[in-house]
Each structure stands twice: as structure tokens, then as C-alpha cells.
């Protein structure tokens, strides 16, 4: 999600949830994204997506960003999405896992434990590096 400032479009990134990401700032920052699941379309898993991480519909007009491989491989097709959306109003979707590791004991973590509002230049050194041509990508979208 992008918004129109003053100063310069701002993009919305959300940080992940868990025991993994926590005490991470710069370079652990992402778009909303996720699986796409069997016979639905990359569009309505964007939509999805971004609903079960921030809590909110993406409704508008999605523009599309293309596709980057993440650091691990996996391929991820972007949109973006002019809004304004709260920060402090994201309600994520939890996920389980062993915790603390080999302790037979399970917890639930939110997916996203939070979002925040971005220029471009620092937006560029809190998303995960794989994911910065994005960044690239929308601003050319807004020019």
C-alpha cells in the first residue's frame, strides 16, 4: 500500500511476527504477501493476503509490480495499492509453532506484529533487501 504526502509517497510495510523476527529492524520489514492457493489468482491472494496480515480489505485498484525472487528463492508476484491505513489498527492472523525449539510446547505468534508508514529512501533500508527493487518499481509507478 502506497499513500500521497507532502513530502513523497509513503509505502506501508509490516514487520513479521515471532520469535525469529523480534529484536530485528532494518532489512526485516516486508510488503503483505503469501501463498497463492490452488485455482485462485495472484490478485485475489494479494487481496487475501493483505487482509489476513493488516486485518483490512485491500479495496481499489491493484497495480502490478512484476515478480522478484526472494533471498531463499521463493518468487513473488507484487501489486501495490494507494490507501491510508491506521498502523496502530492491524489485527494479523496468529500461526503456531514449537516454542522454545525441542520443547514439546506449542505458541501462537501474530504473522505481522506490526505495520508502519515509510518515505521511500528509508523504506529502502527496512524491507528485506530481496524485496527492494519494489520500492524501485513503485516509484517509477508514481512518476
Do not use: C
Amino acid at each position: 500500500m502506497f499513500r500521497r504526502r507532502a513530502g513523497g509517497p509513503e509505502l506501508l510495510l509490516v514487520h513479521f511476527g515471532g520469535p525469529y523476527w523480534r529484536g530485528k529492524d532494518a532489512g526485516a520489514w516486508s510488503i503483505p504477501k503469501g501463498l497463492v492457493e490452488q485455482d485462485e489468482s495472484a490478485e485475489a491472494a494479494a487481496r487475501r493476503e493483505f487482509e489476513e496480515e493488516l486485518g483490512s480489505a485491500a479495496i481499489g485498484p491493484l497495480l502490478p509490480l512484476g515478480t522478484i525472487k526472494q533471498k531463499g528463492g521463493k518468487l513473488v508476484e507484487a501489486f501495490a495499492i494507494e490507501g491510508d491505513l491506521d498502523p496502530d489498527s492491524i489485527r494479523s492472523n496468529p500461526f503456531t509453532i514449537e516454542w522454545p525449539p525441542r520443547s514439546g510446547q506449542m505458541a501462537r505468534f501474530p504473522e505481522v506484529d506490526r505495520a508502519r508508514w515509510f518515505g521511500l529512501d528509508e523504506a529502502r533500508a527496512m524491507i528485506l533487501p530481496s524485496q527492494a527493487p519494489l520500492i524501485d518499481r513503485i516509484e517509477a509507478l508514481l512518476e
